[in-house]
């Protein structure tokens, strides 16, 4: 089996002035299948600039990445936007909700441009829902749902068309402790169902919470350690298995 996320040498360099921002200067990953890993450091570190490049937002300026075995480093704008569509999910810190649309209709959203039929969207969507715990509550709109609730929306919009990989950006940064908890608990259920995830953070509360946690600092990978992960279902009193 391939890996899931193979780089080598990945680098990412912005021109300023005279000289050269590096970044990201020549990170070598392996992550494979069925891992949570967090990728953490401070503001300026690289691992925004990681994630935009292993979620083919961005390209490199050199080295290579490939993606489940295929290599994405060089594709064009074009099919980096299939491969977005395909294979990756997306759960962002401001949740990104349609604030007009329900919750089941943003969860469709995806499904829409990919071309799948409106009842099978709407199949897929339910079925998402109810896998973050959110059934009763697909018919409300945005403003009608909790913070909490809205990130399990985003959760469930990143999950319905079968990512192989859910990059999650800072998910529980909008969130308050408790609510914060809940959604890693929601995230290392899903992972222990064989949903691989990347999170990138600046707590490292938070990164306890994968298996594994990447250090980044001005722009390169310094440290990568695999650890026990902190129970957050048990922390938050919740009942995800």
């Keep these: ?23 990201l200067d ?8 069925g891992e ?4 953490m450091g401070p503001s300026g570190s690289g691992k925004s600039t990681f994630l935009n490049l292993v979620g083919c937002l961005d390209q490199p300026t050199q080295g290579t990445y490939r993606l489940a075995g295929e290599e994405v480093g060089s594709l064009s704008p074009e099919r980096l936007a299939e491969v977005r569509g395909e294979r990756i999910g997306f759960v962002f810190q401001s949740f990104h909700l349609l604030p007009r649309e329900d919750a089941l209709a943003n969860v469709m959203m995806p499904m ?13 969507a339910e079925m998402a829902l109810e896998r973050v715990g959110l059934r009763e509550r697909m018919r409300h ?7 909490g609730q809205q990130q399990r929306v985003a959760i469930a919009r990143a999950l319905v068309c079968g990512p192989e990989l859910i990059l999650a950006d800072e998910p529980t940064g909008a969130l308050d402790s408790r609510t914060g908890l809940e959604i890693m608990a929601l995230f290392q259920a899903l992972n222990r169902a064989g949903v691989s995830i990347l999170c990138v ?9 994968a298996g594994r946690t990447l250090r980044f600092r ?4 310094v440290d990568d350690d695999r ?14 298995a």
């Design 218 to 221: 001005d722009g390169r990978l």
């Design 36 to 39: 949570f890993v967090a990728a």
């Design 227 to 240: 650890h026990l992960p902190v129970d957050a279902a048990a922390m938050a009193g919740v009942p995800f």
């Design 112 to 124: 829409m441009y990919r071309g799948i039929p409106p009842r099978l969207r709407r199949e897929r």
């Design 201 to 209: 953070t600046h707590d490292a509360d938070v990164a306890a919470f």
């Design 141 to 147: 709109t945005p403003s009608q749902l909790s913070g």
């Design 26 to 33: 020549g990170v070598d990953v392996t992550i494979h299948p």
């Design 1 to 23: 089996m391939h890996p899931l996320i193979e780089t080598r040498g990945l680098s990412r360099h912005f021109p300023s002035g005279d000289g050269v921002v590096k970044a």
